[in-house]
């Protein structure tokens, strides 16, 4: 089936199996593999990426279901001249990671959080990130972060 | 994980929804956020032929004031419900409710009409809904009927629908000046509930529906006849698991399900009661 799919603002037409997920249609067909893979039951949020503007986990979507969307991935939330995103620069300032692998999905998810609650409590923001599963940090450092990008977007 | 081969139709209203799954018979199935099928077809343990996206059927997307109660297009997400000023006040057991089920990103796509339609006695909304004595409207061929939810749930899974009936409307009476409850009790925060329990009192009428203690969402009378004849909450909450059938499974016993059943009724009728 030919889906037309806006990625970051790119939008790209072409023909794809009903049976491909979003995140298989992003990594392989886009070609861009910052989004991760993680558990692929909708449980840990490695795949988290915006869909119109609301994180969703990419991993329980079909692409013909974003067909005519507009997706956001953990590439398009920079600066074209690579300023980093608030919530990227937080994460770094906050060592809001060890590994890395959970990191695009919890800062999609955060970055989301923040879209519709701009001024979250530590409480909001480990309940707002219960879809995002991160096995090194024990995620004090990746609350941290997301309170800080919340206090410097004030 | 990728689900086995399938066509996939789109539909642009629930009539022609109806007429294309009436057209590819019962290995068809409806797709709306897909976040209850999606999973399953990934582990192949569902392997629908044919998927009709009803994804875009926005018309049934809406909550609107209907007088005595509140009308909810089955195609409304969790987050909107969750988000609802008008459930918020006229039924907030199931803005509550909505607002507990999976976590943020499964919220921002799936649906209430899915999560009931897929008949599920560990999601958290059809309880939810048969505690509240909801009604459902499904539109088939011939019409829509009404189906009350403790008619709905047939077995695990299993719901009154026929093949080519779709779910449109979940119709929630207003609950106003209501106490209500909702105990959700699992051990990582976007479980499914190893068991649950939905409440509400007013007036002296009780209604109790568990979560995850059958094969289908469980309305536990016993507790509702015992407080109407004047029992104590904890006397009360000893019923609990009266009308429960539960299976052990990985997370839980069946004795251990039946003592938490009467646990979380206890902690939901002293929270209603309040």
Same mark, same amino acid.
């Given at each position: 089936?030919?889906?037309?799919?806006?990625?970051?603002?790119?939008?790209?037409?072409?023909?794809?199996?009903?049976? @491909?997920?979003?995140?298989?249609?992003?990594?392989?067909?886009?070609?861009?593999?910052?989004?991760?893979?993680?558990?692929?039951?909708?449980?840990?949020?490695?795949?988290?990426?915006?869909?119109?503007?609301?994180?969703?986990?990419?991993?329980?979507?079909?692409?013909?279901?974003?067909?005519?969307?507009?997706?956001? #991935?953990?590439?398009?939330?920079?600066?074209?001249?690579?300023?980093?995103?608030?919530?990227?620069?937080?994460?770094?300032?906050?060592?809001?990671?060890?590994?890395?692998?959970?990191?695009?999905?919890?800062?999609?998810?955060?970055?989301?959080?923040?879209?519709?609650? %701009?001024?979250?409590?530590?409480?909001?923001?480990?309940?707002?990130?219960?879809?995002?599963?991160?096995?090194?940090?024990?995620?004090?450092?990746?609350?941290?972060?997301?309170?800080?990008?919340?206090?410097?977007?004030? | 994980?990728?689900?086995?081969?399938?066509?996939?139709?789109?539909?642009?209203?629930?009539?022609?929804?109806?007429?294309?799954?009436?057209?590819?018979?019962?290995?068809?199935?409806?797709?709306?956020?897909?976040?209850?099928?999606?999973?399953?077809?990934?582990?192949?343990?569902?392997?629908?032929?044919?998927?009709?996206?009803?994804?875009?059927?926005?018309?049934? %997307?809406?909550?609107?004031?209907?007088?005595?109660?509140?009308?909810?297009?089955?195609? #409304?997400?969790?987050?909107?419900?969750?988000?609802?000023?008008?459930?918020?006040?006229?039924?907030?057991?199931?803005?509550?409710?909505?607002?507990?089920?999976?976590?943020?990103?499964?919220?921002?796509?799936? @649906?209430?009409?899915?999560?009931?339609?897929?008949?599920?006695?560990?999601?958290?909304?059809?309880?939810?809904?048969?505690?509240?004595?909801?009604?459902?409207?499904?539109?088939?061929?011939?019409?829509?009927?009404?189906?009350?939810?403790?008619?709905?749930?047939?077995?695990?899974? @299993?719901?009154?629908?026929?093949?080519?009936?779709?779910?449109?409307?979940?119709?929630?009476?207003?609950?106003?000046?209501?106490?209500?409850?909702?105990?959700?009790?699992?051990?990582?925060?976007?479980?499914?509930?190893?068991?649950?329990?939905?409440?509400?009192?007013?007036?002296?009428?009780?209604?109790?529906?568990?979560?995850?203690?059958?094969?289908?969402?469980?309305?536990?009378?016993?507790? %509702?006849?015992?407080?109407?004849?004047?029992?104590?909450?904890?006397?009360?909450?000893?019923?609990?698991?009266?009308?429960?059938?539960?299976?052990?499974?990985?997370?839980?016993?069946?004795?251990?399900?039946?003592?938490?059943?009467?646990?979380?009724?206890?902690?939901?009728? @002293?929270?209603?009661?309040?």
């Amino acid at each position: 089936m030919e889906i037309s799919v806006t990625v970051n603002g790119v939008t790209h037409t072409g023909d794809v199996e009903p049976r @491909t997920l979003l995140v298989q249609y992003v990594r392989e067909h886009v070609g861009l593999t910052g989004t991760n893979i993680g558990c692929d039951t909708s449980s840990c949020g490695a795949c988290t990426v915006h869909v119109n503007g609301e994180a969703v986990k990419s991993c329980t979507m079909l692409a013909v279901q974003a067909d005519g969307q507009d997706i956001t #991935t953990i590439e398009g939330i920079a600066d074209a001249d690579g300023t980093l995103h608030p919530m990227q620069q937080a994460f770094i300032e906050n060592h809001g990671l060890q590994c890395g692998y959970c990191t695009p999905g919890m800062v999609m998810a955060a970055t989301s959080l923040l879209e519709e609650n %701009s001024n979250p409590t530590e409480n909001d923001v480990r309940i707002g990130l219960e879809g995002n599963l991160c096995r090194c940090t024990g995620y004090h450092n990746i609350v941290q972060s997301v309170l800080a990008a919340a206090g410097g977007a004030k | 994980m990728i689900p086995a081969a399938f066509n996939y139709v789109r539909a642009g209203s629930a009539e022609e929804a109806i007429s294309l799954i009436g057209e590819y018979g019962e290995d068809a199935k409806f797709l709306a956020g897909g976040h209850s099928l999606l999973p399953l077809m990934k582990l192949r343990l569902a392997q629908p032929t044919v998927l009709v996206d009803i994804g875009r059927v926005n018309d049934l %997307s809406y909550i609107r004031d209907g007088g005595d109660h509140v009308a909810i297009g089955a195609l #409304t997400r969790h987050m909107d419900i969750e988000n609802s000023e008008l459930l918020g006040s006229d039924a907030p057991l199931l803005a509550h409710t909505a607002s507990h089920v999976g976590d943020p990103q499964v919220r921002h796509r799936g @649906t209430i009409g899915g999560s009931l339609a897929h008949a599920d006695p560990a999601s958290d909304l059809p309880a939810t809904t048969l505690a509240l004595g909801a009604t459902y409207v499904a539109q088939g061929p011939n019409g829509t009927r009404e189906i009350a939810a403790g008619d709905f749930y047939q077995g695990y899974l @299993t719901s009154a629908l026929e093949a080519d009936e779709m779910l449109t409307e979940i119709r929630v009476p207003k609950m106003n000046g209501a106490g209500w409850s909702f105990q959700k009790f699992n051990r990582r925060a976007q479980d499914w509930a190893i068991v649950g329990v939905a409440a509400w009192r007013r007036n002296g009428d009780t209604a109790v529906a568990l979560v995850n203690m059958g094969s289908t969402p469980v309305l536990a009378t016993s507790v %509702s006849t015992a407080l109407a004849g004047g029992a104590s909450i904890d006397d009360a909450a000893a019923q609990a698991a009266a009308e429960a059938d539960p299976q052990a499974d990985l997370n839980a016993s069946i004795e251990y399900r039946n003592h938490l059943a009467k646990v979380l009724v206890k902690r939901a009728l @002293t929270e209603a009661s309040g």
